[in-house]
């Protein structure tokens, strides 16, 4: 282990200022490549909801789909075990907790088959994947259930192990996990007040954090500099490099499918809470929510998305880098346009909103090809009186006006996603009328990743899910 850093309290506090923003061509990076890779994610249906491009912690690109927005945090689900597994660096690196510890010494349980920090990090706990499964928030469970492999030498995809390192940072600082965090990592990378769905009596840990992309952006840069913001040693580099080396072995995980010759970019490795890849690691939440660190390219890509075939954003991505790298390898990212290329650049950082190309797209246009959440029973669709849009009416919801435009709207009851309970919930609807007398409504809870889709028939018939 390296020496410690500084106590949270003699850190330099960072504002939340916006990240420096300068042209594609500017940083090596093809303007037609960044622009490709928005295509692509929103032409093959993978419901892209946010994209942030940087290089040499600098933006390159940012983009968001309506309804979503680039300034409004949403569900990252287990991107947030990359929290969790800082947080631990941060109390190593404190000496308030050794990786090799016992896990059951800091939770105060019995650790009869020698669990170790380090295998929940790695989530090497040796547990199968059946096990995991009916083991479900409880530590104690997790530290008393013998596990079907010796721990170390086997990796199942382990939440649970996660949750528990949420409990060893509570029972150790007496706060719940962000709360920790806070000094220590959130307020010196600019990220606001955010909020993490509790489980089991804490936070969750393993997923239920919220976050804009732009926090998963500024997250990722700090892990590309080795824990450095600003010139301050904000996370121990030592635990960064530790954390994203590749501790497991993967190769068996039964991941998102790859296609036929493909490389699959969950079967090369597991570090402390990320996984490797083809390049790189990333923190990697559920239907698409990622923070690519790419050393290699001194590179970042934050995303927020809603798909099933995860594999197929991250080749969007890796398609985005191979540009990129032709175009380290001729020199720049214009190589025919040798001045002219070098004008834009300097042109692009005098005015930072349009050097980063900040472009409002939306995600109606591929509506037909998006998936809803859980099909449900109940829901019905009304046409207003004045004949230009809808009343949809849900269980547990109520009444919701729709419009053929986007439109935010407030309402009273039971979260779509993982919000908290008893809110006020900030919706936004959209829909259409079809040429065969059928209706079309999209409602998205703009704090998950998912939406639910209405349809009506042409007799009448509503299907929502």
Same mark, same amino acid.
Request: without cysteine.
């Given at each position: ?10 850190r ?10 300068r %042209? ?25 909801? %946010?994209?942030?491009? %940087? ?70 706990? $040796? ?36 949750h ?43 997923? $239920?954090?919220?976050?804009t ?23 121990? +580099? ?16 039964? $991941?998102?499918? +790859? ?6 970019? *969950?079967?090369?490795?597991?570090g ?14 559920? +239907? $698409? ?7 290699e ?41 040798g ?16 050097? %980063? ?7 109606? +246009? ?19 009186a ?19 435009? *986007? ?5 009273t ?53």
């Amino acid at each position: 282990m390296e020496e410690m850093t500084s106590s949270p309290q003699s850190r330099r506090p960072l504002s939340s200022r916006p990240l420096a923003r300068r %042209a594609p061509e500017g940083l090596g990076i093809p303007e037609a490549a960044v622009l490709a890779l928005a295509e692509r994610l929103a032409a093959q249906g993978l419901d892209p909801h %946010a994209l942030l491009v %940087a290089r040499h912690g600098e933006v390159a690109f940012e983009t968001a789909w309506a309804p979503y927005r680039l300034e409004r945090p949403a569900l990252v689900y287990s991107a947030s075990k990359t929290y969790t597994a800082l947080a631990i660096g941060f109390l190593a690196d404190e000496g308030r907790l050794g990786l090799d510890d016992s896990a059951g010494l800091h939770v105060g349980e019995a650790n009869p088959h020698g669990i170790t920090v380090r295998h929940l990090l790695t989530m090497n706990t $040796g547990h199968s994947a059946a096990q995991i499964e009916r083991i479900g928030a409880d530590p104690l469970i997790l530290l008393r259930e013998e596990p079907a492999f010796a721990p170390g030498t086997h990796f199942a995809y382990n939440s649970p192990a996660t949750h528990t390192l949420s409990a060893i940072v509570t029972a150790l600082t007496g706060e719940p996990l962000t709360a920790y965090l806070r000094p220590r990592l959130l307020d010196p990378l600019g990220i606001g007040e955010r909020w993490m769905s509790p489980y089991g009596g804490i936070e969750h840990g393993a997923s $239920g954090f919220h976050l804009t992309v732009d926090d998963l952006a500024r997250t990722a840069i700090m892990l590309n500099a080795r824990g450095v913001v600003d010139g301050v040693q904000v996370a121990p +580099a030592w635990y960064v490099e530790e954390m994203s080396r590749p501790w497991s072995e993967t190769a068996a995980f039964d $991941g998102p499918a +790859a296609a036929t010759g493909e490389v699959n970019d *969950w079967a090369l490795g597991y570090g402390y809470q990320v996984w490797r890849g083809r390049h790189g690691f990333r923190l990697d939440g559920a +239907a $698409g929510q990622f923070g690519l660190v790419l050393p290699e390219h001194d590179l970042v890509i934050a995303y927020q998305g809603a798909t099933l075939d995860t594999q197929a954003t991250l080749r969007a991505f890796w398609a985005f880098v191979a540009a990129v790298e032709v175009a380290d390898a001729a020199g720049g990212a214009d190589v025919a346009g040798g001045a002219d290329a070098a004008g834009r650049a300097d042109a692009g950082v005098a005015d930072a909103a349009v050097s %980063a190309r900040r472009v409002e797209r939306d995600t109606w +246009a591929a509506r037909d090809r998006l998936l809803a959440a859980d099909p449900f029973d109940g829901a019905a669709l009304h046409d207003r009186a004045d004949g230009d849009g809808w009343t949809l009416v849900l269980p547990g919801v109520g009444s919701v006006p729709v419009d053929t435009f *986007w439109q935010e709207v407030s309402v009273t009851g039971p979260a779509l996603e993982d919000a908290p309970a008893a809110t006020h919930l900030r919706l936004a609807t959209r829909g259409e009328r079809r040429d065969d007398g059928a209706a079309l409504v999209h409602l998205v809870d703009t704090t998950s990743p998912h939406r639910v889709i209405v349809s009506r028939d042409g007799d009448g018939t509503v299907h929502a899910g």
